[in-house]
């Protein structure tokens, strides 16, 4: 096996990271193909915890490199504050390389995300305010600026010129705000392409030139599959291809290329933002959970929405990405609970369904129908045979696999990259 793909099946935060640093231990490069620093990546080992943003979660692990590819939106800010960080925990980053396609979040963009969640009102989105929305729509309008651009000063100086009169002018008129000047932004942005050059190459050659010699490559998804720009809650959703689909197009490489596809879920769903949740719990049950769990965004620090699983958007999710493994997080959220309950089901105007409506007014009308599972009383966070759970935590995890008709690969019971129990390992077969 020479790649596995690890993708969020829910909102975003099903523990990514965790997941994705685990299995980095055995993988020659780690690679991040969408997003930006809307992400936040919990890693946790030997008392350390990291919160990565960029940087490939499989940085600490992979024993060749991590890889920022051409679909990532890139601040180059945030990058080397990321880097700096990792570097005062004396983590190696010599070995990360970052695509020279991949498009670069400008001021403007950051600017532009704010006025334009100001000006949808109510409607917001309620994204993370990072830049990511408007530097995904210059590159769809192929007005973007990419990281080779920033390594050639005559370049990048018409492509900015340019894109600042456009962005002043909507700035000025439409939002009525104040102009941003160029010169600050022209020094700082070359500063960038020279700081970021040493790292900047053709990822798509780097990576399928080592799937050819056989080396094992890891794909960390950022987001989840329920926040794709096609598949997901539009427009309630980030701009990027969250799915499968968007590793192969945000790395270069055929997307027969990607062999495990690793759904990874929790036993429960959270969505930070605004947007369809039919599932959520706004009572006491959500926020016992979200206590336990900590659920406060990694990047805003937002709390999170809390419900229960959502097997309805998780056989969406499984469909549109081709989902063959999954990875089940914070199942000791659970100890101690009476019950806990899946929706298997919608109900639509008296029917059932078991597809994921794609408008939002059906949406709205859904009404989850449940089965519940007796929860269990122990405490589980040490356990670290699938055997030694508790009988009910097993049944739980059977109708996951049951209702999805996808096979566990590891089931984690803790934040800690030590507290993860492998069912299967999808490197060895
Ligand atoms: P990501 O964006 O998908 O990587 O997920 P986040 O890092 O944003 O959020 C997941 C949170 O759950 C982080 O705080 C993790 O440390 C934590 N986490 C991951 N797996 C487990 C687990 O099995 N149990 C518990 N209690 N926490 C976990
Ligand atoms: P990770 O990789 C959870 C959400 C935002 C907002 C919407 C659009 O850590 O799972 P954006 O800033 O992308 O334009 O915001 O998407 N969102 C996330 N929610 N986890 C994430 O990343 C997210 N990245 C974006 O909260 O609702
Ligand atoms: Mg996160």
């Known amino acids: 096996m020479s790649s596995i793909a690890i993708i969020g099946s829910q909102w975003g935060d099903e523990g990514k990271g965790k997941i994705t640093d685990y299995f980095s231990e055995q993988a020659d490069w780690a690679v991040r193909s969408n997003g930006g620093n809307n992400a936040g990546h919990t890693i946790e080992f030997n008392g350390h915890e990291f919160k990565m943003r960029l940087i490939p979660s499989g940085i600490f692990a992979a024993k060749k490199g991590a890889v920022v590819g051409n679909g990532v939106v890139i601040n180059p800010e945030v990058l080397f504050s990321e880097l700096a960080t990792l570097a005062d925990s004396g983590i190696d980053t010599s070995g990360l390389k970052i695509s020279n396609r991949a498009h670069v979040i400008m001021p403007y963009h950051i600017l532009e995300d704010e006025y334009q969640e100001l000006a949808k009102g109510k409607n917001k989105i309620g994204t993370t ?67 970021l050059k040493p790292f900047v190459t053709d990822t798509s050659v780097l990576i399928n030139d080592a799937l050819k010699r056989d080396e094992r490559v890891l794909f960390e998804g950022a987001q989840g599959v329920m926040l794709d720009i096609d598949e997901g809650t539009y427009p309630f959703v980030t701009s990027s291809n969250t799915i499968s689909g968007g590793i192969a197009a945000g790395i270069g490489v055929g997307a027969n290329k990607l062999d495990t596809i690793i759904g990874v879920i929790k036993a429960y769903t959270t969505r930070v933002g605004a947007g ?23 990047v ?19 469909r549109v990405s081709g989902i063959n493994a999954l990875s089940l997080n914070i199942l000791d959220v659970f100890s101690g609970f009476d019950e806990i309950k899946i929706a298997n089901t919608y109900e639509l105007a008296g029917e059932k369904i078991d597809y994921y409506p794609a408008s939002l007014s059906e949406l709205d009308a859904c009404h989850p129908i449940y089965e519940t599972l007796p929860a269990w009383k122990e405490d589980i966070s040490q356990v670290k045979e699938y055997t030694d759970l508790p009988e009910n935590a097993k049944a739980f995890l059977k109708r996951i696999e049951e209702i999805s008709q996808v096979p566990l690969v590891t089931v984690s019971v803790g934040p800690d990259r030590l507290q993860t129990i492998v069912v299967r390992n999808p490197w060895e077969n």
Not at 145 to 160: G, M, P
Not at 290 to 296: N, S, T
Not at 300 to 308: A, L, Q, V
């Open 276 to 298: 369809p949740f039919p599932t959520e719990l706004t009572n006491q049950t959500g926020d016992k959970i979200r206590d336990i769990a900590h659920e406060y965004g990694t």
């Open 300 to 318: 805003t620090g937002r709390p999170r929405r809390i419900g229960w699983f959502d097997a309805v958007a998780l056989r969406h999710a499984i």
């Open 129 to 195: 305010k990072n830049g990511i929305g408007p530097a995904y729509m210059d590159k769809a309008a192929r007005n973007g600026i990419r990281v080779c651009d920033l390594l050639e000063e005559a370049t990048f100086k018409e492509k900015l010129e340019s894109n600042l009169a456009y962005k002043n002018s909507l700035f000025t008129k439409i939002y009525n705000q104040e102009p941003l000047e160029f010169e600050p932004i022209f020094e700082k942005y070359l500063e960038y392409g020279r700081k």
